[in-house]
């Protein structure tokens, strides 16, 4: 409980020291005919994903908001998407993610079977390639390491995926 106030407190103060005294930073005006409203984006079909593999771990590139791409690891085993402080840091600095976009709390359990509380935030959108999947909810990592998870919380209009080792391609079958 402790930890989770002091994550809550860690996210915070992110918003009070990059905040514009109550201004929204203005979109990039490449992205800027995007609608975050637009739930129907995607329509069924095919898309495929470029990866990387290091080692067992495949990654992909994912635009978080229209501010960066970041290197995430494909991780269907995982239900949600986890980002660091860092990441969030980046994203708050530049405009990208609000007090608003501040959900609370949650418990949860990693792959060395421990519980950690973390933040948990909403994230507009995430690109990865020509996919886009809108109002994401990601769980937010006090540790500045900690690896950036794509999980099943990304892939809503996702019907199944074929991983092709050979060409490193990751193919989503929309619904």
Do not use: W
Not at 129 to 136: E, R, T
């Amino acid at each position: 409980m402790k930890k989770g106030a002091i994550l809550l407190l860690l996210v915070s103060i992110l918003f009070s020291c990059f905040s514009c005294g109550g201004r929204k930073a203005k979109p990039d005006p490449l992205f800027s005919d995007y609608n975050y409203d637009d739930e129907t984006y995607n329509y069924g079909g095919i898309v495929e994903i470029p990866f990387k593999q290091h080692g067992g771990v495949r990654t992909v590139q994912v635009k978080i908001n229209d501010c960066a791409e970041f290197p995430m690891i494909f991780d269907t085993g995982c239900s949600g998407v986890a980002i660091s402080i860092l990441e969030l840091g980046t994203l708050v600095k530049h405009g990208y993610i609000s007090e608003e976009d501040v959900i609370g709390m949650t418990r949860a359990q990693i792959a060395d079977g421990s519980i950690v509380e973390n933040a948990v935030v909403n994230l507009k959108k995430l690109q990865i390639g020509d996919y886009v999947c809108y109002n994401v909810e990601a769980s937010v990592s006090d540790n500045e390491q900690a690896p950036l998870l794509l999980g099943n919380g990304a892939l809503k209009d996702v019907e199944s995926f074929n991983i092709d080792d050979k060409r490193k391609v990751i193919s989503l079958y929309l619904k």
